[in-house]
Structures are given as C-alpha cells and as structure tokens.
C-alpha cells in the first residue's frame, strides 16, 4: 500500500497565483514529514520538515493528523518555482522513508 | 565537505552483466539509503543501512545486493542486470539531529540496460 500519495501528477499554474501541492499519507504513529524539491539538473534537497514549522523560499506545510495531509502551500508563485516536489515519511520503527511519486510544478509567467 | 558522491554518472549495460554503483559521503552520518526513480512511479527505496555492517531491505530490493564495511561508503551491486533495471538511481546519507531525520541527496547515475 502507498504510505505517501501526491495526487496530482503535473501542475501548472500563473506566475503570482496561489500554489498548493498536495500529500497524504497513511501511518498510525507519529508521522516524521519532509518535502523535497529537485530543480532541473540539480540534486533532490530538503525544502521544509513538518518538525520546524518554517517558511522556506516563501513555501510552508501544515501537518493535519486528522486528515493525515502534509500539503505544501505558498501564496504567490514564481518562476523559478517550476520543479519537481516530493513528500516524503519517515517511519522510525521500519527506519525507511517513504516517498511519493511527486508532482512536477510549472509557473506559467 | 564533498557531501555524497556517486560514481559513475552514466552507464550502459547489457542484459546478464554486472555492475556496481558507488557512493560515498564524508558527513559521518549512520544512515545511508539507494533509491530508484522512474517516472511516474517517484523514488523507491531500494536498501539501506543504520550503519556500518548494518543492512537491510527496502521495497525494491530484488536483484540488488548492498554492503556496508565502512560509515563512508554504501555500493549497490547488480548481479545480473536486466532491462527492468533501467533507472536513475540515488544515494543519500542522513544525519539524526535532535531526533529527527532529513536526507542529503548524491547526484545520481543513470543506468539504462539494453
């Protein structure tokens, strides 16, 4: 079963418009969440933890347990946002992240 | 600080060879991880490692076998390799602070198997 789903495969959107990039996730426990981002040709890396309660180039993510969502939002969308986004879970008594199938973000200018 | 380095960037194969991919990090961190990414289907974990001499198996460990004698390096060995085994293929290390995780991500290799 997928532990991490990021439903929307490809999403575009204007330059200065709302984004949000959703992620759930099925564990029972106390979820450890990450998002990260892998810009063209460059390496995936961490973008914001659900632990540090961060905005990060502008982008934050709320944990809903109750929802079990972990979606990645940010108000106004700029070009050089256009890549690859990743929600990732670590589960701590397995040791092994999961990692959905990522949704690739396109900021229309 | 390198971070984590992988070896080779590119290679091709035929079917039924054999091959390792390196990947070393000089962080000191314990945790050490190989995923394949193939579209659509996102990153997999393939193994890991807690440790040195400490492994085990992810969700797509088959045809895939791991060693771990040091904390700095973590190959991935394919025994045989198949057209299936096409992929980019990551390594990443992770630290623990303050009980929580995050991964540093090597560059990537790319395998195609013809």
């Known amino acids: 079963a997928q532990r991490v789903t990021q439903p929307e495969k490809l999403l575009s959107v204007f330059k200065g418009a709302p984004v949000e990039l959703k992620c759930n996730y099925s564990?029972?426990?106390?979820?450890?969440l990450f998002w990260y981002v892998q810009y063209s040709r460059q390496r995936l890396q961490l973008l914001l933890r659900?632990?540090s309660r961060e905005s990060i180039k502008g982008f934050t993510a709320d944990l809903n347990k109750g929802e079990t969502s972990f979606h990645l939002k940010k108000p106004f969308a700029q070009e050089e946002d256009s890549a690859m986004y990743y929600c990732?879970?670590?589960?701590?008594?397995?040791?092994?992240?999961?990692f959905g199938t990522g949704t690739s973000l396109t900021v229309i200018p | 600080n390198a971070g984590v380095t992988q070896t080779p960037k590119f290679q091709v194969l035929k079917t039924g060879q054999s091959m390792t991919l390196q990947c070393a990090q000089d962080?000191?961190?314990?945790?050490m991880s190989w995923y394949r990414q193939d579209p659509g289907m996102g990153l997999r974990l393939i193994h890991y490692?807690?440790?040195?001499?400490?492994?085990d198996q992810g969700e797509v460990p088959n045809g895939y076998n791991v060693s771990r004698s040091t904390t700095e390096d973590f190959p991935l060995r394919l025994l045989s390799a198949a057209p299936s085994q096409t992929s980019v293929y990551f390594c990443?290390?992770?630290?623990?602070?303050?009980?929580?995780?995050?991964?540093?991500f090597g560059p990537g290799t790319r395998l195609t198997v013809t």
């Open positions: 990443a290390s992770s630290p623990e602070r303050g009980g929580y995780h995050e991964q540093y």
């Open positions: 564990y029972s426990g106390s979820p450890e």
């Open positions: 659900h632990i």
């Open positions: 990732a879970l670590f589960i701590r008594t397995g040791n092994q992240f999961y």
């Open positions: 962080m000191n961190h314990e945790y």
């Open positions: 490692s807690v440790g040195a001499g400490i492994t």
